[in-house]
């Protein structure tokens, strides 16, 4: 059942988990998300980037995860617009159906340029007086977190300021935060294990002890996943994501939801890529997206349960 966004972060906040949010692009997609949270009994975020948005024309993922909803009405579910970036996007995200927007004031349009504090509080500012009186949560980021996403971003990554966030939410009071705490977009985040800030979080916890915060670029890269995708003729090199244990200890400071996406991409094109290499005389695409659609399920369901989600769906009222 579709809910708003603030009722799963709320639970989640009060219960200490964090709801993992995965991206969708497609039908198997939106299956897999929905199939691995109602399989391990947990609330879910289903995101749309502002990329995906267009790239399924607005209406047809929409309806795609709508019907998941009602395919589960016992898994509370949020529809979450990710990187919003204009009040038209929010706009238009509200109108298709969403529940839950973000949006990111910590850049300027182009994804190039970051804005500045006060040009980030007034964007918010506006997009929560549209959102909040049609029942649609909002979530805004301060601090920027880098690296690449939908083609756009930036490399640097600027940790958020704990007294400016506490400022922030003063004057725009959000339903959820993303703060930048040394995690970054995509797949080649770090050369080294990477280490978060987790000074910076605890002084944001403490400055902030009732706002859900938000985790982005909490990809793992699994090396198994990554040694499929190499085995089968890719060529991604050698990378790390964020490890699970240090994506648990964030829980405890505030952390209510928990961004994974390249993970997802990883596992799909590991599947398909194995699947063509096993079989180059087939061409049926059920035959390639069914495996890579179990693949995805497999590490939703994995991180559900990392995160602390699982058995909490019936839980929400
Ligand atoms: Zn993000």
């Known amino acids: ?60 993922l929409r309806n795609i995860i709508q019907a998941a909803a009602e395919e589960h009405p016992e898994i509370p579910m949020a529809m979450h617009l990710d990187h919003g970036n204009s009040l038209a996007v929010v706009k238009t995200a509200i109108g298709l159906g969403f529940t839950s927007v973000m949006i990111d004031g910590s850049l300027d349009e182009s994804g190039k340029k970051a804005l500045s504090f006060t040009d980030n509080l007034a964007i918010t500012q506006a997009v929560l007086d549209y959102a909040r009186p049609r029942g649609v949560s909002v979530e805004a980021e301060l601090g920027t977190i880098g690296g690449v996403e939908d083609g756009a971003g930036v490399k640097r990554i600027l940790v958020t300021d704990p007294a400016q966030a506490e400022q922030f939410v003063q004057q725009a009071p959000i339903d959820s935060l993303a703060i930048a705490i040394g995690t970054s977009h995509g797949a080649y985040k770090f050369k080294e294990k990477c280490e978060l800030q987790h000074s910076v979080l605890q002084d944001i916890h403490r400055r902030l002890p009732t706002t859900p915060l938000v985790m982005h670029g909490s990809s793992s890269v699994p090396a198994e996943l990554v040694a499929i995708v190499n085995r089968y003729g890719g060529q991604m090199p050698d990378t790390k994501g964020v490890d699970i244990e240090q994506l648990q200890s964030t829980i405890q400071q505030g952390v209510s939801k928990i961004n994974v996406d390249t993970d997802g991409r990883i596992a799909m094109t590991g599947a398909i890529r194995q699947f063509f290499a096993e079989h180059p005389d087939k061409f049926d695409p059920r035959e390639y997206l069914g495996p890579a659609r179990a693949a995805l399920k497999a590490m939703v369901a994995a991180r559900l349960i990392a995160f602390g989600a699982a058995g909490n769906a019936s839980k929400i009222k």
């Open 1 to 60: 059942m579709l809910v708003p966004g603030k009722i799963i972060l709320d639970h989640a906040f009060h219960n200490h988990y964090a709801v993992g949010a995965f991206n969708a692009n497609n039908m198997e997609q939106v299956q897999a998300i929905i199939d691995a949270a109602a399989e391990t009994q947990s609330p879910v975020f289903i995101q749309v980037s502002r990329g995906a948005l267009q790239y399924s024309r607005l209406i047809y």
